[in-house]
Antibody, heavy 117, light 109 residues
Framework: QVQLQESGPGLVKPSQTLSLTCTVS??????????WSWIRQPPGKGLEWIGY???????YYNPSLKSRVTISVDTSKNQFSLKLSSVTAADTAVYYC?????????WGQGTLVTVSS | SYVLTQPPSVSVAPGQTARITCGGN??????VHWYQQKPGQAPVLVVY???DRPSGIPERFSGSNSGNTATLTISRVEAGDEADYYC????????????FGTGTKVTVL
């Protein structure tokens, strides 16, 4: 059974960089069968795709966030990571990592990141 | 970018059928996926590729897709089906690869 677990600070100051890591267990990122995604959900709102990465390092980002987002992968640790720079209160959300190709079949439990001074 | 529109809410009595629509331009030409999200939990994939169900999802959940509308149908609705539901398409031809619908709150009366 594949499991994903997000980790990282729950509080980030405005203008700083949000950094999260997703650790995958029960399956290998290097299998090459899936994209590995970050998706977020502001409190009380809908889902927003941030971007995803292939095990080879190829990345695809939501154009609305592209200038501030970096997703990277560490296949040796079976992890992938998200960096979102210059955050504002509008970036406060539950951040999910997920596995999938054209749909997301496994999700992490999500982690709330609050942007506040 | 591609837009998916869902009704904000649907109400249904237990044992009845709930239908949740997802509207998009020529959505019938794309594969549509549906997620169920209960409060405080991560989304769960309940239908993929228009009408297929992942392992463990009850047969009561079914999907269809044609023209400009995709539909998730929940038959014999139970109290435990009360949740938010999101449709999603994968549009690799554009920059917005994963597009989510606006979400529908299903209330079981």
């Amino acid at each position: 059974q594949v499991q994903l677990q997000e980790s990282g600070p729950g509080l980030v100051k405005p203008s700083q960089t949000l950094s999260l890591t997703c650790t995958v267990s029960g399956g290998s990122i290097s299998s090459g069968d899936y994209y590995w995604s970050w998706i977020r959900q502001p409190p009380g709102k809908g889902l927003e795709w941030i971007g995803y990465i292939y095990y080879s390092g190829s990345t695809y980002y939501n154009p609305s966030l592209k200038s501030r987002v970096t997703i990277s992968v560490d296949t040796s640790k079976n992890q992938f990571s998200l960096k979102l720079s210059s955050v504002t209160a509008a970036d406060t959300a539950v951040y999910y990592c997920a596995r999938g190709y054209d749909s997301a079949d496994y999700w992490g439990q999500g982690t709330l990141v609050t942007v506040s001074s | 970018s591609y837009v998916l529109t869902q009704p904000p809410s649907v109400s249904v009595a237990p044992g009845q059928t709930a239908r949740i629509t997802c509207g998009g331009n020529n959505i019938g030409s794309k594969s549509v996926h549906w997620y169920q999200q209960k409060p405080g939990q991560a989304p769960v994939l309940v239908v993929y590729d228009d009408s297929d169900r992942p392992s463990g999802i009850p047969e009561r959940f079914s999907g269809s897709n044609s023209g400009n509308t995709a539909t998730l149908t929940i038959s014999r609705v139970e109290a435990g089906d009360e949740a938010d539901y999101y449709c999603q398409v994968w549009d690799s031809s554009s920059d917005h690869h994963y597009v989510f619908g606006t979400g529908t709150k299903v209330t079981v009366l």
